[in-house]
């Protein structure tokens, strides 16, 4: 008897978004117009917003983060719908600074540069194989399994670190600071490349094809003969790589590795879930993933250009995680409420 007021309520919210006509379509375009209004309203206030080295400025900020949200999308997308139970990992930003540091303290030690981006590539793919072991094999759940990750890895960095702030000089990255064609910095052009080759593996190669089927549907990609569990343990991999490619940038733009990275955590989450609001299924995609990064880059430099407290970008992160999931479990319901009426 306690569930029917619940039940009644829930009814009544439903055919309240039926009556206001709010189909789909029209609540997920509701990203899209939020996207126009922050240019609008920023390029209004700030002749400098709306020109092609800001945009640039943007794309160079938001590398740390966009690689960081393209590997845990992966992961995201490798678990399913569910992401606490199907696919999560809390660890990549605590990674992150855990190969920064190995970077950083390995071009200080006059370790080769390709050497030293090699050992960086090595410990993020590490930390990965670490997640996907712990989460296939043990089969522990992901969210306890990478925040016990988290924790190792950030101890490891304070280790190797000395807790202190390591600077770090070299041709790599200064060649990414540089500027390129167009007066873009390298690191741009390289964050549209990795970009590029996220999209397509993630939508345009078999193994994406088949992560999505393993997390969408794991008991029909198991009955077709396919190891829907080495797909998943991939994508942690994968994921740990991508914090392995984001520490290179992280230390080009600090010069160094510094502590702190475990901020970027909040961020690369709301990246990933604002993304699939610009799915037509609500799932994780890539692109959606590009277009949020974008999103939220654009409304932190808005911020800075208008001499708005960096303190408002935290809440505005918090604030639409909480859209975004309250709008996808509102627009889930109602598509179950439809199919069993049906």
Request: charged share 10%; proline share 3%; with cysteine.
């Amino acid at each position: 008897m306690s569930h029917l007021p619940v039940k009644q309520a829930r009814r009544d919210l439903f055919a309240f978004a039926g009556a206001l006509k709010l189909p789909q379509w029209w609540l997920q375009s509701g990203a899209l117009i939020a996207f126009v209004i922050v240019l609008v309203v920023f390029s209004t206030s700030s002749p400098l917003f709306f020109t092609l080295g800001n945009f640039a400025n943007v794309m160079q900020q938001s590398a740390i983060v966009g690689t960081l949200a393209f590997g845990l999308t992966l992961v995201l997308v490798g678990g399913g719908v569910n992401g606490i139970a199907g696919g999560i990992d809390l660890s990549i930003a605590a990674n992150l600074g855990f190969c920064a540091a190995v970077y950083a303290t390995s071009l200080a030690d006059g370790l080769a540069p390709a050497a030293a981006v090699a050992l960086t590539l090595l410990a993020g793919t590490t930390v990965g194989l670490f997640n996907a072991f712990a989460v296939v094999v043990l089969r522990m759940l992901p969210l306890l399994a990478t925040l016990t990750t988290m924790n190792i890895v950030a101890g490891l960095e304070l280790v190797v670190t000395r807790n202190s702030t390591v600077s770090a000089t070299g041709p790599t990255l200064s060649a990414l600071l540089d500027n390129g064609p167009f007066a873009i910095p390298w690191l741009s052009y390289a964050f549209v490349g990795v970009g590029l080759v996220f999209v397509w593996l993630g939508h345009f190669t078999r193994f994406g094809l088949r992560l999505h089927a393993s997390g969408s549907h794991p008991a029909a990609t198991r009955a077709a003969g396919l190891r829907a569990d080495g797909y998943v343990a991939a994508s942690y991999v994968l994921c740990g790589l991508s914090a392995g490619v984001a520490a290179l940038a992280s230390t080009a733009l600090l010069s160094g590795s510094a502590p702190g990275s475990g901020e970027n955590l909040l961020a690369v989450i709301a990246a990933v879930l604002l993304g699939v609001v610009f799915s037509r299924r609500l799932v994780p995609t890539m692109a959606g993933t590009w277009l949020s990064v974008l999103f939220l880059g654009l409304i932190a430099n808005g911020f800075q250009l208008d001499n708005v407290s960096s303190y408002w970008i935290n809440g505005v992160e918090g604030a639409l995680i909480l859209f975004v999931v309250s709008l996808t479990a509102l627009l889930r319901r109602r598509n179950l409420e439809r199919s069993s009426h049906a």
